[in-house]
Structure formats: structure tokens, C-alpha cells
């Protein structure tokens, strides 16, 4: 009796590591956000994602064993930024050839269909198109919240920060009140004459949203983390949250 007893345990335990090992080793899932719009105000000229605003992040996380989905807030096709189309860039060239690839961004998801609870990162991809239709995105809104508060990451590079102006968390406060964040500068959207042509100064309204703002100089690269948030300032900035978003959801 006591023998069955003992063995009995044993392959308790035994079954108990080996679940909370397989645990341990489950594959995380990172959902990829890109805008929809495609026109740049009312100047004629077209935009969109921002390609190595996707690449830069897409391939780190895609080595550190995760599986990637790509969402947007109409679903389907999601327009590139055509000025963002650097094949000198291998990742860009490596993402532009693999047709998978491509026929996901021909095929997001809607956001209104993403269960937050599948993902333990979403990351906002810039692009001047962004500045349109993620700020008042309520599925945005909806989607990073619950995945902060469940122990996920939100991650944000450029102008994709413009999805992070609105998001509110359980207790009514903003997610960006109080910690330290980045984005495109308003000093940057200067530069490229885009000043009256954006909605509203990224920057500025993320200030206006009780955020600590650390500006870096224009094109720096320059990434800021603040508990479970990471913001990079620019497109020169992806490579450099790509690798705070492996490091930080392997230190979990």
C-alpha cells in the first residue's frame, strides 16, 4: 500500500513539472497594428504603415520564437507608405519577398475581431497614416488596455504612439499618465513640413495626457521603457524597441 502511495506521488509530481514546463515554454503570441489610412491630409499625396516600423520589430520577435499576427483598424489591405520602401534595408528586402508575409498585410485582422487575451504584446507601427485612425480607435483602446492589464507589453514606434493618446485603463487614468514616454517630435514633424498637415502634434498631445515626454534630438535613435511600455522616437528607433520588446517579455 504504502508503495502504490509513493508511486502514486511520484508520477503526480512528475506530471505536474512537466505541465508547468510545458507552460513555461509556450509559444507567446505579438499582435503587429498598422494603419488603414492612406491619404496624407488633403495634400494628394498618399501614406500609410511604415515599413521598417514593422520589420525592425517583426524579425526580433519572430527569432525570439514568437508567433506574429497582423491587425489594422478596417482589416484587409493595409496601404505601405511607399516612401518607406528602403530595399537597401535586408529586413525590409527579406519582408517585401516573402509573399506570406505580403498576403497578410493584404489580409489583416479587423481590430473589432481581436480577442486581446490571445496576445502578451501589441505593438503600434508608425507611419503618417497612423495619425488618423488610431487616436480614436475604440478597439484600440479596448484591445491595449487589456492587454497591459494582464501582464502584456504595448509597444509603440514613431507616430504609432497615436494610438496610445486615448487609451484609458480599469481605473479611468490614461496608461501614458504619469510614465515616461516617446514618439515622433513635434520638432521632427516640423522638419518634414507636416506641421498643419497632422491632426494634432503628437508630442504635444501626449504631454497634454499627463505623460513624461523625453525628447531625443531629431532622427536620434532613441527608445524609452516605463514599467510594460516602450516608445521609440522614429523610424532610426525600431531596431532598438524591437530588442527591448524580446528582452523584457523574457525577463517575465
Not at 503526480?12 to 498598422?34: D, R
Not at 514633424?189 to 498643419?196: D, F, M
Request: aromatic letters at 8%; charged letters at 25%.
Amino acid at each position: 500500500m504504502k508503495l502504490f502511495v509513493l508511486l502514486t506521488a511520484i508520477l503526480t509530481l512528475g506530471t505536474a513539472c512537466s505541465s508547468q514546463k510545458g507552460e513555461h515554454n509556450m509559444k507567446k503570441t505579438a499582435l503587429i497594428v498598422v494603419s488603414s489610412h492612406e491619404n496624407l491630409g488633403s495634400t494628394g499625396k498618399k501614406t500609410g504603415w511604415y515599413l521598417s516600423e514593422v520589420t525592425h520589430i517583426y524579425y526580433p520577435l519572430s527569432k525570439a520564437g514568437f508567433d506574429i499576427e497582423f491587425a489594422s483598424p478596417k482589416g484587409g489591405a493595409a496601404p505601405m507608405d511607399e516612401s518607406s520602401r528602403d530595399l537597401k534595408d535586408p529586413e525590409n528586402k527579406q519582408f517585401l519577398e516573402d509573399r506570406a508575409l505580403m498576403e497578410k498585410m493584404k489580409t489583416t485582422l479587423a481590430l473589432s475581431e481581436v480577442d486581446p487575451k490571445k496576445y502578451q504584446v501589441i505593438h503600434f507601427a508608425g507611419g503618417h497614416g497612423a495619425m488618423w485612425d488610431f487616436a480614436e480607435n475604440r478597439d484600440i483602446n479596448r484591445v491595449a488596455s487589456q492587454i497591459y492589464e494582464q501582464g502584456g507589453i504595448v509597444s509603440a514606434v514613431c507616430h504609432g504612439p497615436a494610438a496610445l493618446v486615448n487609451i484609458k485603463l480599469s481605473n479611468g487614468d490614461y496608461l501614458i499618465k504619469g510614465k515616461d514616454v516617446n514618439s515622433f517630435t513635434d520638432s521632427e514633424e516640423a522638419a518634414v513640413g507636416n506641421t498643419k498637415v497632422v491632426p494634432f502634434l503628437l508630442e504635444t498631445t501626449l504631454k497634454s495626457r499627463g505623460a513624461k515626454f523625453h525628447a531625443g534630438k531629431d532622427w536620434e535613435d532613441k527608445v524609452v521603457v516605463s514599467e510594460r511600455l516602450i516608445t521609440g522616437q522614429n523610424p532610426q528607433s525600431g531596431h532598438s524597441v524591437g530588442k527591448k520588446i524580446v528582452e523584457m517579455s523574457q525577463a517575465q
